[in-house]
């Protein structure tokens, strides 16, 4: 593992990460009309000039965390590279199953099935586990630390979500906050 491996683009390059999660996370919202919009609208207005800050550390994290891979070659050490691939294959295989519940349910109703049943937010879990497996197959310290500022200002979001949700859903969310754990 490095601070920093180094920059350059070729055919064994962290881009493939960057693409299969493209694919994933922006195709399957395409499946269902408006379902795209809803997943990134944010749930309540930046009420604050610190919410707006969070918000906005959360997307520039985001945006170089799914960048950078593209400049980065995978890892030389094959246990890094293969722990990192399997750990991505894992939060994308639910990453994927996550959204799929999140576009079948109507927009109107909260989301309470698949993997909604275990976790209140399994996109932002399955989402961590994935970015976390990247910086390890690129072996890069420097990824993992960009995507945990985003798991920090993430977290803030949801707690702000779960706000709005609780006031849209009432006594129903509430009784889903008791039963399900907020990521695992």
């Not at 997307?59 to 590279?81: D, E, K, R």
């Not at 932002?124 to 310290?141: E, F, K």
Request: proline content about 5%; glycine content about 6%.
């Amino acid at each position: 593992m490095e601070l920093m491996p180094e920059f350059s683009i070729s055919f064994w390059g962290g881009w493939w990460f960057t693409l299969i999660y493209l694919i994933v996370n922006q195709g399957i919202p395409l499946l269902k009309k408006g379902a795209l919009k809803r997943l990134f609208t944010p749930a309540t207005p930046q009420r604050n000039f610190w919410a707006a800050v969070n918000y906005y550390i959360s997307w520039i994290s985001w945006i170089v965390a799914v960048i950078y891979p593209i400049f980065v070659n995978i890892a030389t050490n094959p246990v890094f590279f293969y722990t990192g691939a399997f750990i991505f294959l894992v939060g994308m295989a639910l990453n994927s199953i996550a959204l799929l519940n999140y576009i079948t349910t109507p927009f109107d109703q909260p989301i309470v099935k698949g993997l909604y049943k275990f976790s209140r937010n399994p996109i932002y879990a399955a989402y961590n586990i994935t970015w976390y497996g990247v910086g390890l197959a690129l072996g890069s310290w420097l990824l993992i630390i960009i995507h945990t500022i985003e798991v920090i200002t993430c977290h803030i979001i949801t707690l702000q979500e779960e706000q709005f949700c609780l006031k849209k859903y009432g006594n129903a969310y509430q009784d889903y906050l008791t039963r399900v754990p907020r990521y695992f």
